[in-house]
């Protein structure tokens, strides 16, 4: 496989701005929560941390279950890379982010290639987004999306990228002629 992220640019509404910022920072906070709770443990799993966070997150933030156990894997993620890095003689310290992408994912991304618009989920239902193909992008025009990010960059400014996918093309056979190449 073939994969490619691609950013777009993003024209939304009010409304859904807001959406999509309050669910960023729903997200930010499971995964600030997760990260603490996966900190404290001797052995991080990411069925250990749910146990441990998923109730409370559930009824304290009302963040769509997706949302939840997505925040919960990326916590369990970096915290295992960062006691790898441990292992490896680096000092490492607590990760922690005011402001996490959401991964996007089969359930809450879909993709219309026909009509040329995302629509994700959010805290306020789904907002469909229309994709403007820039020249870097129109390359991956005929790929299929398989899955996204959306988030909010250093200057408070919401961006969108898509990450997209094709099959690895066929090796040609071999003929045995030589080709010489001049350098």
């Not at 304290?60 to 279950?65: A, E, M, N, R, V």
């Not at 990326?74 to 000092?91: D, N, S, Y």
Request: glycine share 4%; aromatic share 8%.
């Amino acid at each position: 496989m073939v994969v490619r992220t691609v950013a777009f640019p993003l024209e939304l509404t009010t409304e859904q701005e807001c959406a999509i910022q309050e669910t960023i920072s729903l997200y930010s906070k499971a995964w600030n929560h997760c990260v603490d709770v996966a900190w404290g443990m001797k052995r991080v799993s990411a069925f250990d941390v749910h146990k441990q966070t998923y109730k409370k997150l559930k009824q304290d933030l009302g963040l769509k279950s997706q949302y939840l156990c997505s925040a919960r894997n990326r916590a369990a993620e970096i915290v295992k890379a960062m006691r790898v890095l441990e292992r490896k003689g680096k000092r490492v310290s607590k990760p922690s982010a005011a402001m996490i992408p959401i991964r996007l994912d089969a359930r809450t991304l879909s993709f219309d290639k026909e009509m040329e618009m995302a629509s994700i989920a959010t805290q306020h239902g789904r907002i469909k987004i229309p994709l403007f193909w820039h020249k870097q992008a129109l390359r991956y025009r005929g790929w299929r999306c398989q899955a996204g990010e959306i988030g909010i960059n250093r200057d408070v400014k919401l961006f969108f990228r898509l990450v997209f996918e094709k099959a690895t093309p066929e090796k040609p056979e071999r003929t045995g002629n030589v080709t010489g190449i001049d350098r």
